[in-house]
């Protein structure tokens, strides 16, 4: 019996996991019954790693124990602190991972150890490979690596329709803009041109509204919020948080404020804010939007109007004012009939299904582009010198791959021996400023003049990003190959077999006790938030669920963490 395929969209905010069923792609939920799961990690006073949604919600509380955004540092040697546990973006993606792969086995009844993973269309080698010894550190082999654009444009059918077609996807998502153009003809999916702000996203409009709010609280009170300090900005960014999400509904949301420290004096302030004014304060933010946009139709050649689909993706989309920026930009309303925050996933399940089928993969040829330029380092002589490094683009970026592509070189004096190439990835001129992937040393004949000593040298690159170097020395025949596994910042064999020895040591908070865990978290997260009778309500209720929770009674459990469940939805809207 064949196993589960299931697809994952490692997000930077949120991850999902998605699998199908009866042709269509369906999300598996959490333990604490949402599809979607914070990339977050947390780990809790006796050593226990909470991954998910108490974790968090433990952001606010125990910022010092807590991991997040570690997608943006894939592919480096940047570490985030838990306490006293020092985790890499590999290991702690590793750790979302196994997380998802749980919910789908809870899900499916069965093991799940292979999967298709979703990736942003400018991940390099080694943001992709890093993605890879997460999933390696899970038990996770990856069946392939689909480009997030391409996932989107798998959910919304586009693959199936029987015209060429030209689409755009705007992923907005909490922390990142991308903006991918994909050509689709006969079901192949190419990459067309792709640019993005790996700086701005839907945390910068909320971030953009506290400021928006704290002009208007020294306006009307004389006196300003102190933004400086941690535990008021955490306070007005998660109600400005509150209001963006509800003013993609409402044309005017009210903004409590209860027991706000202003001064030297709490008070409670209540302020309305508009869509109007919320968009105007917004200018900024969605001009700077309009520069990726422009940057990939400049590179794909293409002018708005030959966009044929407009597709959004990402949480941030369904702001109305994101919605109007690309209406008035392409000249037709985009499309977002699937929910914004899965497409993503969606597509990876429906890849992972076509590999399973083995149905159409043929005819489904998922194209990507060359992230990276890769090259060799090669030296010149000028008047009578020798002048190295420099770098020698062999694979451009921008290449549609999979590709081979083959460049030629000389030996720079009739002796040489051996010709050293050094396989460089980046986009300088020089060579130390790109990233040295390794090394093919190849013996040169000794006979003949440098001319007759040309070495052909092919790179292959391939859809999973492994990059295969094969060096020919066209007097001779002889051929040297490379195939470039150990990356820097990627893990070795043996660094990985270690990291996973310290995976299993890690404790893991039950599954099972995780919705207690999560509700206690949020709990915790709200009662640092709020002061006097709503903040005495809520210890109450925290009180009744512990007691609950000693008596182990699991009927009386689910009861009092219900009933906190409902306390806390109800003073949240107050905050
Ligand atoms: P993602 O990374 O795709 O999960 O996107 C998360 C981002 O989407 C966050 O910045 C959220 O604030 C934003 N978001 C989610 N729902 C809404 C909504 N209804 N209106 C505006 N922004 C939203």
Known sequence: MSTPIVGIDLGTTNSLVAIMRAGQPVLLPSPVGSLTTPSAVSIDDSGELLVGEAARARALTHPQRCATNFKRDMGTSRRQHLGELSMSAPGL??????????????????????????????????????????????????????????????????????????????????GTFDVTVLEIIEGVIEIQASAGDARLGG??????????????????????????????????????????RRLSAAEEVRVPLPDFPLGDERLDLELSLTRADAEAHWQPLLARLRGPINRALTDAELEPSAIDEVLLVGGATRMPCLIALAARIFGRMPNRSLPPDEAVAMGAAIQAALIADDEAVEDLVVTDIAPFSMGVETSTRVAGRAIGGMFSPVLERGTVIPASRIEHYLPLHDAQDTLVLRIYQGEHALVRHNTLLGEIRVPLPRAGSSEHKSVGVRFTYDLNGILEIDAIVEATGDKHSLVIEQRPGAL???????????????????????????TLARADALHVQLRGAPR??????????????????????????????????????FL
Request: with cysteine.
């Open 93 to 174: 993606s590793a750790l979302v991972l196994t997380s998802l792969q749980r919910d789908a086995e809870a899900a499916l009844g069965e093991p799940v150890t292979q999967a298709v993973i979703t990736v942003p269309a400018y991940f390099g080698d080694l943001q992709r490979q890093a993605t890879r010894d997460a999933a390696s550190l899970a038990g996770i082999e990856v069946l392939r690596f689909i480009n997030e654009p391409t996932a989107a444009a798998l959910a919304y059918g586009l693959h199936r329709l029987d015209q060429e077609l030209r689409a755009l996807v705007l992923d907005l998502g909490g």
């Open 203 to 244: 945390e910068d409009f909320a971030e953009a509204l506290v400021e928006l709010l704290a002009a208007r609280i020294a306006e009307q009170q004389g006196v300003p919020p102190d933004l400086e300090d941690p535990q008021i900005h955490a306070r007005l960014l998660a109600a400005c948080e509150r209001a963006k």
């Open 492 to 518: 070795t064999a043996s660094a990985l077999e270690r990291a996973r020895a310290a995976m299993q040591r890690l404790k893991f908070h039950p599954r099972e006790s995780l919705p207690n865990r999560t």
């Open 536 to 573: 005495a309500l809520l210890r109450e209720q925290i009180q009744f669920f512990e007691v609950a929770l000693s008596g182990q009674e699991p009927r009386e459990i689910e009861q009092a963490r219900e009933s906190l469940q409902a306390t806390i939805e109800g003073l949240s809207r």
